[in-house]
């Protein structure tokens, strides 16, 4: 996957505590095998009514957050049943980086593995990066990895803490089977001289 930099783009805003993996993808579209086309479901009973109208009080269904890239959204995000489709459907549907106070920890690594970065910051920061909202939108943010940090439209920057081990996943767009195969030398020597035919 392509390694992860530097993203600039808007962030809407999901002022929620507690949003569980079934909220995120609900398990009746979890019949598909590979990762694309889940984009559509993401937040399906929140973003429908049940005559499939959209509800237009949810908060991604605002016209101007239909665009945005980044989630800035509240504590515990991604609880619940451990489905990696949850971050497949997130990253279906444009989300490069969500930003909240904590995360669940399967949901938190699922999304590493899946190219999307998730930016732990402390309930005040996040209250501080949604005075800039306008409506459910933020504008722009700038997230830079290497610097571990994000930036406002004002200039302010708040860092934020990330594991140097999968940090250094991220900026290289590696998985866990992209670093075994960079042993694949010493895998074929250790096979080369063990395996008998």
């Given at each position: 996957m392509?390694?992860f930099?530097t993203?600039?783009?808007?962030?809407?805003?999901?002022?929620?505590?507690h949003?569980d993996?079934?909220?995120?993808?609900?398990k009746?579209f979890?019949?598909?095998i590979d990762?694309a086309?889940?984009?559509?479901?993401?937040?399906?009973?929140w973003?429908?009514h049940?005559?499939?109208?959209?509800?237009?009080n949810?908060?991604?269904?605002?016209?101007?957050?239909?665009e945005?890239?980044?989630?800035?959204?509240?504590n515990?995000?991604?609880?619940?049943?451990?489905?990696?489709?949850?971050p497949?459907?997130?990253?279906?549907y444009?989300f490069?980086?969500?930003?909240?106070?904590?995360?669940?920890?399967?949901f938190?690594n699922?999304?590493?593995?899946?190219?999307?970065?998730?930016i732990?910051l402390?309930?005040?920061?996040?209250k501080?990066?949604?005075?800039?909202?306008?409506?459910n939108?933020?504008?722009?943010?700038r997230?830079?990895?290497?610097?571990q940090?994000?930036?406002?439209e004002?200039?302010?920057v708040?860092?934020?803490e990330?594991?140097?081990y999968w940090?250094k996943?991220?900026?290289?767009?590696w998985?866990e089977?992209?670093v075994?195969?960079?042993?694949?030398?010493?895998?074929?020597?250790?096979?080369?001289?063990?395996?008998?035919?």
């Amino acid at each position: 996957m392509p390694g992860f930099k530097t993203h600039s783009g808007s962030a809407a805003v999901l002022d929620r505590d507690h949003v569980d993996t079934d909220q995120i993808i609900p398990k009746q579209f979890l019949k598909k095998i590979d990762k694309a086309g889940y984009g559509e479901f993401l937040f399906f009973d929140w973003r429908y009514h049940s005559n499939g109208e959209e509800n237009e009080n949810f908060e991604l269904n605002s016209p101007e957050t239909k665009e945005a890239s980044i989630l800035v959204t509240g504590n515990n995000f991604g609880c619940g049943s451990s489905r990696e489709h949850a971050p497949w459907a997130l990253k279906d549907y444009g989300f490069q980086v969500i930003i909240a106070e904590s995360f669940a920890d399967i949901f938190f690594n699922n999304c590493v593995k899946n190219g999307i970065l998730p930016i732990r910051l402390s309930k005040d920061e996040i209250k501080n990066l949604q005075k800039e909202k306008s409506g459910n939108l933020i504008r722009t943010l700038r997230v830079d990895l290497k610097q571990q940090q994000v930036e406002n439209e004002k200039g302010e920057v708040f860092h934020f803490e990330f594991d140097p081990y999968w940090k250094k996943m991220l900026l290289n767009g590696w998985d866990e089977i992209s670093v075994t195969l960079q042993q694949e030398d010493f895998i074929k020597k250790y096979e080369d001289e063990r395996i008998v035919n």
